[in-house]
């Protein structure tokens, strides 16, 4: 390695520096990108008032950290995630917008009435905004209550009353999510009713109560929102059912649903068909005449003015039956309770591309008729149509975005590998020519072709050179550095011979 570069020019040994400080830059850069710590955001929408305590709570325990989200989120090093989240908790951070019960932990002894009850108030609203700010869609919220004070006499007491506003960073709230934020505040607070409770959004609109909110029926927004859900579930279920059949691309399904969102009771009483006997009664009188009776039993020989009209003898015979029989006729008593989402009307229109075959769609439309449960009866419909489809587009990729560090690095790295490879193999192919350029002077002295056998009959003959001869040590180094160019320079010879 020393006798390569004590041969080497003055511009090679240069070029070979340079290529060496470049390959060191680049392992110096890779070094520093791979030790420099990664980071992993841990609090995130912070006030940046609280923002120093936090800082200085993870400066305390030694824990790197930088600021992202214009000074609103907190990032420390990956590897200390866990150290830094247990140090934040044990400062009280970040704190929420209002206490709650721990405003208790830091009561004064002899507090008044006044300042308790003002006290439980405030821990109250603030355990319910801590709630409420975990339901989804919701950034904070803050709760105002009035709570009643006992009175001497029950028709001057107050009712509760709770008024909440929501900021949802803009974005619609679910009314589902809202009534159960209604029933959050009425389940938490004593004595507080769904009426008394209001809900307003950051941008003022009343979300809570609205006209039919607290009605027996559901409001339109909740049957939009049943309607609109169920036709994306069974719209989804019959596209794949649809794939699957024609292919990706060659149909597309739309549903449209009319539910009855009405919770209704349903009573009904049903009488049997047959009566069933619950009591039976029977009754039989027999009378006989005989002996110095006269006349017939009866009303007639009862009557005076015909008393001796039977005088003379004779049978009298009477039989009277009596049966009284009482009978029960069942009764079946039933109450249903009616749940909503019963489809009223289902249309179903589907559209599939020329290519497939009538027959094939006319089989579509019976099974996707089906798979929908279209019942005509109900007034349910089901349209299939050929159309001609646009061609899709090729598929593209989506590029991901560019990391100009890193691809540096690389690139970088493979210029100054190149330029090392380059400026080495230039050098070491310039000092093969100027070598092989420079001819012995032995071979400067065959004037002529000679044969092998002559060759060594002169090389006996000769004089030995001295060891000490530059020329033979130059010859001893091209044969050993070059073996294969002096063999084919001695061929070309032998042949020309």
Do not use: C
């Not at 006044?114 to 109250?124: D, F, G, I, K, N």
């Not at 769904?194 to 909740?222: C, E, H, K, R």
């Not at 094939?360 to 489809?389: C, E, H, M, N, Y």
């Not at 310039?430 to 009959?457: G, V």
């Amino acid at each position: 390695m020393g006798s390569l570069i004590q041969n080497t020019s003055t511009k090679g040994k240069i070029g070979m520096a340079a290529a060496a400080l470049g390959v060191l830059l680049v392992a110096v850069m890779l070094m520093k990108m791979a030790t420099s710590p990664s980071y992993s955001t841990i609090a995130t929408g912070v006030d940046p008032a609280q923002t120093g305590k936090m800082t200085a709570a993870l400066d305390t325990k030694g824990i790197k950290w930088k600021l992202v989200n214009n000074g609103t989120g907190i990032a420390v090093d990956s590897g200390q995630t866990a150290s830094a989240r247990v140090a934040l908790a044990e400062q009280g951070l970040p704190q929420s917008g209002q206490p709650g019960f721990e405003l208790f932990d830091k009561q004064k002894l002899g507090a008044s009435n006044l300042q308790q009850q003002v006290t439980y108030q405030r821990a109250l609203e603030g355990e319910l905004d801590q709630t409420i700010g975990q339901v989804q869609g919701v950034t904070s919220a803050q709760v105002n209550l009035v709570l009643p004070q006992e009175q001497l006499f029950s028709d001057a007491n107050s009712t509760a009353k709770a008024s909440v506003l929501l900021d949802t960073g803009g974005s619609a709230l679910d009314p589902n999510a809202v009534r159960g934020i209604a029933q959050l505040v009425s389940g938490g607070v004593q004595g507080l009713t769904l009426q008394n409770v209001s809900i307003t959004d950051s941008g003022g609109q009343l979300l809570w109560p609205t006209a039919d909110s607290l009605g027996n029926g559901p409001s339109a927004s909740l049957k939009e929102a049943a309607q609109s859900r169920y036709d994306q579930q069974l719209g989804a279920q019959l596209q794949s059912l649809l794939d699957q059949t024609v292919g990706a691309g060659k149909g597309t399904v739309q549903v449209n649903a009319d539910l009855n969102v009405d919770q209704t009771s349903k009573d009904a009483l049903v009488y049997a068909k047959k009566g069933v006997p619950l009591t039976s009664h029977k009754q039989n009188e027999l009378l006989k005449g005989g002996g110095g009776a006269s006349g017939t039993a009866g009303a007639g020989a009862n009557i005076p003015s015909y008393a001796g009209a039977g005088a003379g003898g004779g049978n009298n015979n009477y039989n009277n039956k009596v049966q009284d029989d009482t009978f029960g006729v069942s009764k079946t008593v039933s109450h249903t309770k009616v749940a909503p989402g019963t489809v009223n009307k289902l249309d179903v229109a589907v559209l599939v591309d020329k290519s497939i075959p009538p027959a094939t769609v006319a089989q579509l439309q019976s099974a996707l008729g089906a798979a929908a449960g279209i019942t005509p009866k109900r007034g349910d419909a089901i349209t299939v149509s050929q159309v001609a489809f646009a061609k899709q587009p090729a598929p593209t990729t989506p590029k991901t975005p560019l990391n100009p560090i890193g691809y540096a690095k690389y690139v970088l790295m493979g210029i100054a590998l190149m330029a090392f490879l380059f400026f080495m193999m230039r050098h070491l192919k310039k000092r093969e020519d100027e070598t092989l350029m420079r001819k012995p002077t032995w071979l400067n002295e065959i004037e002529s072709p000679t044969s092998l056998a002559e060759l060594e009959a002169s090389t006996e003959s000769q004089v030995p050179v001295p060891v000490e001869s530059p020329t033979r040590k130059g010859v001893e180094e091209l044969a050993d550095r070059a073996p294969d160019r002096v063999a084919q320079q001695v061929r070309i010879w032998m042949n020309e011979a």
